[in-house]
């Protein structure tokens, strides 16, 4: 089977860079990306691609090679799904707020809104495929979804995960570790596996894809995701033994990283992990353990999101603690509020949670970030609901230039990793602050003992005094 026309339904973090590098790659495939969100479909038609409604390096070169090629965003869901032969259903899947399940399950609400359009609008048989992040057996309700309320035509499910990470999602898309296809082992299932592997093919080399049964894709993604936090979690742990026992978690990682059963990658200690996915596919995880009866499965990874909130919560109480005690009307300067360095968004950030601890304890807080927009850092604090939209407009601060905002500052936390903040000027900052100058570096980011020897007091996660 030759696809020469897809859609992508959700124009998101995902659906936006997967399908530009696909429409790149494959100059012979029309992709229309669709979206219900009119501004975010605006965004990415936008003539400037310094608007992109995504930040990812490299992207903004491969928009302005395909789109009005064989790149569409667009606004007309009926219309694009009408036309093309293989769907993407790329939107997104959070943790439920409500009923059965509530902040543990993933909410299937909008993919089975997904697959209720479908069906209505097929006239012709067609090929679906997964590429949010679904629970295991999601496929058999699409399936059914689609088989009862259609047109009568004939639908393939395939799982097809991204698995892209935030910051370097252009260059994983251009040569990912591998592709996961799962599917129907029945001769169309082999067929439509095929003709996804075919489209891959045109740059991802055949031994990278890897064909298994739809079980065995949708919950490969969940356990990828389980695995990556886990190590975050698991070095985490230790960071806090180390500030105990003047053990250097730098040295023990390396140490353990260079053992090639353990490997080197994701070792790296920190405030907390973010971003939208590990937790709430976590919690996924352990809502279909739980409703499997495997209490101990589900205990087990409970813990990697319980270790990561302690995390977060450490790294706030020892501001407080260090900054004797009070920050009641103190300045605290953030460096960085996305979830990792290299894009703007700011999803479950450890950021948020910190702020939230300190605008608790009364702190004044002014933040830079070199991306992440102002009405972003207020929403994410809104969403919290813990005070005022208006105390939290009152008590933090969003200021575009970071010498404004560490001036004056009683202390400096860093809560991304972002590059430019190791080339900042940081005698001048040094001069600007109250003493003592404390910087928290909740990233490991900024040099030790460059910053002792101006004077800062500097405190690393995983480090002892
Ligand atoms: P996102 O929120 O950025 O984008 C989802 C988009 O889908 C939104 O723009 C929303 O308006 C749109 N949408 C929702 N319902 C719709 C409908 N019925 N019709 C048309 N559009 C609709 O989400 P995301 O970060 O791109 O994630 C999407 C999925 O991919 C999730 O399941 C996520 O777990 C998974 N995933 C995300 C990442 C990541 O790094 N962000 C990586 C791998 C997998």
Redesign the pocket.
């Known amino acids: 089977m030759n696809i020469k026309k897809i859609c992508c ?8 860079p997967t399908m530009a590098v696909i429409a790149k790659q494959c100059p012979h495939i029309q992709v229309t990306v ?4 009119e501004n ?1 479909i605006a965004a990415w038609n936008d003539e400037n691609l310094d608007n992109l409604p ?1 930040f990812e390096p490299g992207l903004d070169e491969i928009v302005k090679e395909a789109r009005g090629r064989n790149l569409f965003f667009s606004t007309e ?1 009926d219309k694009a799904i009408d036309e093309a032969e293989m769907i993407f259903i ?5 943790t439920k707020t409500y009923g059965k399940g509530k902040g543990m399950a ?1 909410d299937l609400k ?1 993919i089975e ?2 697959a209720r ?1 479908i069906a209505r609008v097929s006239k012709q048989s067609k090929i679906i495929v997964e ?4 629970p295991v057996r999601t496929a058999s309700a699409i399936k059914s979804i689609l088989d009862n309320t259609g047109n009568d035509v004939a639908f393939q499910i395939l799982s097809n ?6 910051g370097t ?1 252009v260059e994983d898309l251009l040569s990912p570790d591998r592709v996961l296809i799962g599917g129907d082992t029945t001769p169309e299932g082999e067929e439509a596996i095929q003709a996804l592997a075919d489209i891959y093919a045109n740059w991802v080399p055949k031994e990278r894809i890897l064909k298994t049964n739809v079980w065995s894709s949708e919950l490969s ?1 969940l356990t990828a995701n389980a695995f990556l936090a886990q190590r975050v979690s698991s070095i985490n742990a230790m960071s806090e033994i180390c500030e105990k026992t003047g053990a250097d978690i730098n040295e023990v990682s390396k140490a353990i990283g260079m053992d090639s059963r353990i490997g080197s990658k994701f070792l790296k200690a920190s405030v907390g992990f973010g ?3 590990f937790q ?2 976590i919690l996924n995880l352990v809502y279909i353990a739980k409703s499997y009866g495997l209490n101990e499965v589900a205990d087990y990874w409970e813990q990697v999101i319980l270790m990561n909130d302690h995390q977060k919560q450490r790294f706030s109480d020892n501001i407080v603690s260090t900054l004797y005690n009070t920050v009641s009307g103190k300045k605290i300067a953030f460096l960085g509020w996305a979830f990792k360095k290299d894009t703007n ?1 700011t ?1 479950e950030s450890a950021a948020i949670k910190v702020a939230d601890n300190l605008l608790n304890e009364q702190a004044e807080i002014a933040v830079f970030d070199p991306k992440v927009v102002e009405e972003r850092i207020y929403a994410d604090l809104e969403y919290l609901a813990t005070r005022s939209n208006e105390d939290n407009r009152k008590l933090l601060k969003v200021i575009k230039n970071p010498y404004e905002v560490c001036k004056n500052a009683h202390a400096i936390a860093v809560l991304t990793e972002w590059d430019e903040f190791k080339t900042y000027d940081w005698n001048k900052i040094y001069e600007s602050m109250q003493k003592p100058a404390f910087i928290f570096d909740g990233r490991g980011v900024l040099n030790k003992t460059e910053l002792e020897n101006i004077g800062f007091v500097y405190y690393k996660i995983g480090t002892g005094k």
């Open positions: 339904i959700g124009a998101g973090y995902v659906g936006g669709v979206d219900i969100n975010r995504v869901v790329s939107v997104n899947t959070p993933a909008y809104l997904c359009q590429k949010s992040t679904l995960p991204e698995f892209l990470a935030e999602a993604k971003g939208s996915c709430k596919d968004d999803r």
